[in-house]
Every structure is written in structure tokens, then in C-alpha cells.
């Protein structure tokens, strides 16, 4: 069973593996610096499929597929699913398993939702209720355009925004037995709100949810930025990036060469287009379980933290005034 | 040939104050666009927007201050003919052919395109 460290980290008794990754993005990410680590790449929007919304679930569907494929598990392995994205009712998600035949939680953390079914797929595993479960995220485009600005079909000018939503989804086999990455503690986030109110601004918004995450997990199990190979934060872009650094120096914390974040590592910022970088479920998703995955398997990495982040708004509160709600999840991987 | 080098400078120029309210505020696209119509109306009232008209033709006709000079028109002939009842009805009467080409043109045009992310 999990031992609580300190004010909210848990270490894991027993081994909780990540057995394999899939992930499957659109065009734009298939243009991006990390194009050869995705298992494949989608140029159309609706990937076969009549609506954006659709189209996500397809790829969040074929993404399961080909890592249970990958992982040569049968879906009578899995005991749980836990999965999410930016969707009202967690639509893409729930329409991606409708037909998967396996108990299924549907997860709502905006762009942190892959850390937070790590966390409780992580939780579960060592407690001895599950053997394997798949922990999926995904994003699109289009059809968060639709959620959280206008549809497409609107023919709006797009504000300049200063992060770009991600066409992509992944996701990962976590298993009590195997080979792989392990995941050895896990450090949920709680909601931090600062006062943002800017919905363009979402890196500002979830950077203090990263840093306080971190200096928990930092101060419950004693270690330094030293101790990891890198701090990977979800999708905090480059303005949000330079932030928590500032955040966390206030607090005596020195990232040094440690951190990156997934949104500023999946575009390329000076010719994509996307100012600040990528954002959505899908981002940190599809990094992890691609890029951070082959990393570990190439022995280029020994310890890393995986701090996914959302921005917990919705546009009707934000209609109505109200500020952005910031959440991290932390999990700690190692070789 | 003037006419249309005319049309494209002021239509240019509106569609250009919308570009940089866009870029330099935080001002959504729905509401810029309730601003130019409300512009419309008020530089309308007071008889401002139509040297533009006569000056520029459609660059001043097409953007959305146009159709708000057209709402101001409107209602100003109808209550000088039927009273302040005349509010009510003017201004949509006015525009109806705006109004019905915007609806008849963009249900076509749903109907025979589908949208896609900008390449």
C-alpha cells in the first residue's frame, strides 16, 4: 500500500510499471520536431470521420488500440480505463470506449488529465485492485475551438492566442508486472487560483499550480531539483515556462537545465506559428507516452517528474467574470 | 476605375481598424463587430456616414458600419412617415435585403462547405 509522504506525496510500495506508450497527433504536431517519435499521423482533421468531435474520439480509439497492440495485452487485461479531454461530459473520451468493453472512469483535469489518471492509476495498481490500466488523454484542435472560442464554421477571426490546443491523444499501460519505466510516488496537485482572468493567458494561470506541486513533492520527500533529470510541466508554453522559474527561485528552488514543458517541445515556436506553444489534453499526453517513453528506453533518462497542467476555466464562468482555477498533478518516473 | 481604387481604401481602411482592435485589445470578435454596427448607427443618426457612401460606394456600404448606417436610415424615414412607431419597424425594414442575403447565402454555403483549420 502507498505511504503518505509529508503533506501530499505518496511512495509506492509495490511496482507499478509503465509497460508502453502509443500516441497518434494531427498534421501540424506530425510537422513539429518530435513528428518521428508519434506512431502515426493524422493530415486530416476529421480522420475519416464526419465532425471534429468525432474525429477526436477516433484518434483517441485508435491511439488505445495500437498500445494495446504495442503492449500485447488483450483488452480482457485491462481492469480499468481512465480517461479525459477538454470536452463538455468528457465526450471524446467517452465516445472513444463506448465500444472498448472495460470498466471506464472518465477524468476531467483540462490539459493535467493524463497526470491525474497516473496518480490514480498509479494509486490503484499498488493498492492491489488492478493489474493494468490504460491511462489515455486527448485533444483537438478544432473541436476545442468549438468548446471554448467559436466553431469553425463560424468563420471567425481567431484572436491571437497565445497557445495553440494540440490534434493528438496518448496513452499508456500502466501494469503491476513487466518491463519498463517505473512510476514511485505521486504527488497530487491541489487548485491554486491567482487571480487570471485572461483565458489567452492560461500559462500565467497554471504556473502557480506547477510550482506549488513541485515544491510539495520537493519538501515531502526531501529532494532537490538535483535529484531528477528533467521537470517536465504539461503545457505551461514559454511565457508561463519563464514564470513558475521565477516562482519557484522566490521560494530558493533553482530548475537550472532541469525543466522543459511539453507545449513549448511539440512545436516549433519560431516557425509554427503558435507564439507560446502547445496546449490541451493531448499535448502532455502524447509527449509522455512517445518522446519521454523512447527516452527511458534509450537509457537517456533515469528519473524524471511528469507535472501535467490544467487550467480548470470554463467559458461560461468566464462570461460571467470569474478568474482561472490552476491545477498539477505530479507523478515521479524512474528507470 | 477610381471607384473601385476609392472602395478599396475605405474598406480597407475599416477592415484595417478592425484588424488592429483584433491584435491590440482584448475586445472579442462578436463585439467588435456589435461596435461597427453601432458605429454605423450613430454616425448614421447624425449624418456622417453618408459622404463616406457617396465617396467611397461599397467600401463603405459592405462593412458592418454600413448596415448599421443602413439601420439609422431606416428608421429615421419611418418615423418621419408613420411616428415613433416607425422605430420599430424601420430599421429592419431597411436591411431586409441585408438580413435575408446573409441568411439564404450562408445556409448555401453551409450546406456546400465544410470548415477546416486554415493552412
Aim: net charge negative; hydrophobic share 45%; charged share 20%.
Amino acid at each position: 500500500m502507498a505511504r503518505k509522504l509529508g503533506s501530499q506525496t505518496y511512495t509506492l510500495d509495490n511496482q507499478v510499471v509503465i509497460l508502453a506508450g502509443a500516441a497518434i497527433v494531427g498534421k501540424k504536431e506530425g510537422d513539429g520536431p518530435l513528428a518521428r517519435y508519434f506512431d502515426n499521423i493524422v493530415d486530416d482533421e476529421y480522420a475519416g470521420e464526419k465532425t471534429f468531435e468525432a474525429a477526436e474520439s477516433r484518434i483517441l480509439r485508435d491511439t488505445y488500440v495500437k498500445l494495446l497492440e504495442k503492449s500485447g495485452k488483450a483488452a480482457t487485461d485491462i481492469n480499468f480505463v481512465l480517461s479525459g479531454d477538454l470536452l463538455d461530459q468528457c465526450t471524446a473520451a467517452s465516445y472513444a470506449f463506448r465500444d472498448a468493453n472495460i470498466p471506464y472512469f472518465g477524468l476531467f483535469g483540462a490539459c493535467s488529465t493524463m497526470s491525474e489518471a497516473l496518480v490514480l492509476a498509479a494509486l490503484l495498481i499498488d493498492s492491489g485492485a488492478a493489474d493494468n490500466i490504460v491511462c489515455a488523454a486527448s485533444s483537438h484542435f478544432c473541436s476545442a475551438e468549438r468548446q471554448f472560442r467559436f466553431p469553425l464554421e463560424y468563420g471567425s477571426q481567431r484572436t491571437p492566442t497565445s497557445q495553440w490546443t494540440v490534434t493528438g491523444a496518448g496513452a499508456v499501460l500502466l501494469s503491476n508486472q513487466g518491463q519498463g519505466p517505473r512510476i514511485t510516488s505521486v504527488t497530487p496537485g491541489k487548485i491554486i487560483d491567482e487571480g487570471i482572468k485572461d483565458a489567452n493567458n492560461m500559462g500565467a494561470a497554471m504556473a502557480p499550480a506547477a510550482a506549488d506541486t513541485i515544491m510539495a513533492h520537493l519538501r515531502d520527500t526531501g529532494r532537490t531539483c538535483d535529484d531528477y533529470d528533467l521537470i517536465l510541466t504539461g503545457d505551461l508554453g514559454s511565457f508561463g515556462s519563464t514564470m513558475l522559474r521565477e516562482l519557484l527561485k522566490r521560494n530558493n528552488i533553482d530548475l537550472k537545465d532541469k525543466h522543459n514543458d511539453c507545449g513549448t517541445m511539440i512545436f516549433d515556436l519560431n516557425r509554427q506559428d503558435v507564439v507560446c506553444g502547445g496546449s490541451g489534453c493531448g499535448c502532455s499526453a502524447s509527449v509522455l507516452s512517445a518522446y519521454i517513453l523512447e527516452q527511458f528506453s534509450q537509457g537517456l533518462l533515469n528519473r524524471i517528474l511528469f507535472v501535467a497542467t490544467g487550467a480548470l476555466l470554463s467559458p461560461t464562468r468566464m462570461q460571467q467574470g470569474e478568474t482561472i482555477p490552476g491545477i498539477a498533478h505530479a507523478v515521479c518516473i524512474e528507470a | 476605375m477610381v471607384d473601385v481604387l476609392k472602395a478599396f481604401l475605405l474598406g480597407g481602411l475599416i477592415c484595417v481598424i478592425g484588424q488592429l482592435l483584433i491584435d491590440l485589445t482584448k475586445l472579442t470578435p462578436a463585439r467588435i463587430m456589435v461596435c461597427y454596427v453601432v458605429t454605423g448607427v450613430i454616425l448614421g443618426f447624425f449624418g456622417l456616414y453618408q459622404p463616406l457612401v457617396e465617396w467611397g460606394g461599397a467600401g463603405a456600404t459592405i462593412p458592418l458600419t454600413g448596415f448599421g448606417n443602413i439601420l439609422a436610415k431606416g428608421i429615421i424615414k419611418k418615423v418621419n412617415e408613420e411616428g415613433l412607431l416607425g422605430a420599430f419597424a424601420g430599421g429592419i425594414e431597411a436591411a431586409a435585403v441585408g438580413i435575408t442575403a446573409a441568411i439564404v447565402f450562408g445556409y448555401i454555403m453551409a450546406i456546400i462547405s465544410k470548415p477546416k483549420i486554415k493552412s
